[in-house]
């Protein structure tokens, strides 16, 4: 029976799936998404199953249930400091694009180029996400858990939710998410295992000069809000995983 579903036209398929299973999310006790963070996600989940079906699907849905999980640990705490991510964590258009625009564009470029370039394309489309994954975890983990956090171009000490901050505990909660995502995207055969390895290579450099950008310019440029922060950090991890993969390739054949 599943085989007879995966086999019908996967637009169609991903129509069918991406609508059961926003409704679920609709009528969830906790709200994950906003009412226009509902259609957003729908649009995204279409055009990630339509592209990369199954497997594309798996990973976004892996980021977007973690992610949610994550982001309400010690949600108390966080908003008693003012520092809680707004209404409580559910995402809005803004966030989904932020957190999705470079793997949407990873999963429609590989209707347009045949391997090898799929192939780099996918892996950017897993860095994309295990950057996020690994951003949004580190940055939760370490607002509710960090003993001390530090601020990443000067590593003088600053208050919890500090733009730039960093902290041990959050840091070591950002790894294990990118590789966790990382080995989802292996498990449904997007990437191999030393695509696994790239990838949080590629999201941990990634979400460092992310903090740096937090650092440095975010308040200094208008323009530069958290979600276009986001679009430029998934997009460095994609970016650096692909030059990995290169460099690796080049060495191999030397």
């Known amino acids: 029976m599943l085989d007879d579903i995966l086999s019908l036209n996967p637009w169609l398929v991903a129509v069918g799936v991406n609508t059961v299973f926003l409704a679920m999310v609709w009528i969830a006790p906790k709200k994950l998404l906003t009412a226009a963070g509902i259609v957003h996600a729908w649009i995204l989940g279409v055009l990630i199953w339509g592209t990369l079906n199954w497997p594309g699907y798996t990973v976004v849905g892996f980021y977007f249930l973690v992610g949610s999980g994550v982001t309400r640990i010690g949600m108390a705490q966080k908003e008693a400091a003012g520092i809680a991510e707004k209404r409580s964590g559910a995402r809005g258009p803004e966030n989904v694009w932020g957190s999705a625009l470079t793997g949407a564009i990873c999963a429609l470029g590989t209707l347009l180029v045949d391997a090898p370039y799929q192939e780099l394309l ?49 840091t070591l909660a950002g790894v294990i998410a990118s590789a966790a995502i990382a080995f989802v995207g292996w498990g449904v055969g997007l990437v191999n295992l030393t695509g696994v390895f790239f990838c949080v290579i590629a999201a941990f450099i990634a979400t460092n000069l992310e903090s740096v950008i937090g650092a440095t310019l975010q308040s200094k440029l208008e323009w530069l809000t958290n979600e276009v922060v986001n679009i430029i950090n998934t997009m460095i991890g994609a970016i650096a995983v692909v030059l990995l993969a290169l460099a690796w390739h080049w060495i191999s054949q030397v």
């Open 122 to 170: 996918l892996l950017g489309y897993v860095a994309s996400f295990a950057t996020k994954l690994s951003d949004t975890t580190a940055s939760e983990v370490g607002k509710a858990y960090g003993k001390r956090t530090f601020l990443i171009t000067t590593l003088q000490p600053v208050a919890r939710g500090t733009e730039g901050a960093v902290s041990l505990e959050g």
